[in-house]
């Protein structure tokens, strides 16, 4: 079970251990992200499915929403999620949650949950696209949307899901230095085998550090995959 998983910060890890190299800033763009997005460039993702750590009968699909706010250099938006959710509790993730019975696709369940989540009106939403489904050792089957976000006024986060909304430049997240690999085997005779990445980010003067880690992290290196495929 997860509750038995030391925390993630302590867990050996390996600095970007395959020498990847940096998106290049000229992919970075709004213009640049629309055009890839209107490509068909075989790419291969780092994580499909995670090892499950629980059992699953049924899988529960989700929508997650990796936006990308126009700012003088685009900005990938977060949240820190509230300590009383029943899942994923205290951590970094992406607005989203399940795909209801009402939503007409995943695409539309993250931009359900982005409003809900962290108040992002719909008018500033436009989708690029998808990169995959994300399977997670608990049991939920994500599809992560990448959009470009107008920014609006403010962010307001919704006080029973989300503690805090954040945002970090999209060049550090798609730059491999800053990705850490984690493996750990568990259990008596080390028979569970867990691996992670996480991206730990502080921004200039904050005192705090973003610990980014675990599905978050794992979705962010997909999409590192798919803008680097040639």
């Not at 640049?32 to 009968?57: I, K, M, S, T, Y």
């Not at 989700?62 to 250099?73: Q, S, T």
């Not at 690029?128 to 959009?147: D, K, M, N, W």
Request: hydrophobic share 45%; aromatic share 8%.
């Amino acid at each position: 079970m997860l509750s038995s998983l030391p925390d993630p910060r302590v867990v050996p890890s390996v600095c970007n251990p395959d020498a990847e190299v940096a998106v290049g800033v000229d992919k970075l763009s709004a213009d640049a992200l629309h055009a890839r997005f209107g490509q068909d460039l075989a790419w291969q993702p780092d994580v499909v499915q995670e090892l499950q750590w629980q059992h699953v009968e049924t899988w529960r699909d989700a929508a997650v929403l990796i936006g990308l706010v126009m700012r003088e250099e685009l900005m990938v938006l977060l949240t820190q999620r509230s300590a009383h959710v029943p899942t994923h509790a205290a951590q970094i993730a992406f607005p989203g949650g399940k795909v209801d019975p009402t939503d007409a696709d995943a695409r539309a369940a993250a931009v359900r949950e982005a409003e809900e989540e962290v108040g992002l009106p719909p008018a500033c939403v436009r989708i690029l696209g998808e990169t995959g489904q994300y399977i997670t050792g608990s049991g939920f089957r994500i599809t992560p949307v990448v959009a470009l976000i107008t920014p609006p006024d403010a962010f307001v986060a919704n006080p029973g899901e989300v503690d805090d909304v954040f945002e970090v430049p999209l060049s550090f997240l798609m730059n491999p230095d800053n990705h850490y690999r984690h493996r750990l085997n568990m259990g008596e005779r080390g028979e569970i085998k867990r691996q992670w990445w996480s991206m730990p980010y502080q921004a200039p003067g904050a005192a705090a550090e973003r610990y980014i880690w675990g599905a978050t992290a794992g979705m962010l290196r997909n999409f590192y995959q798919f803008l680097s495929a040639k």
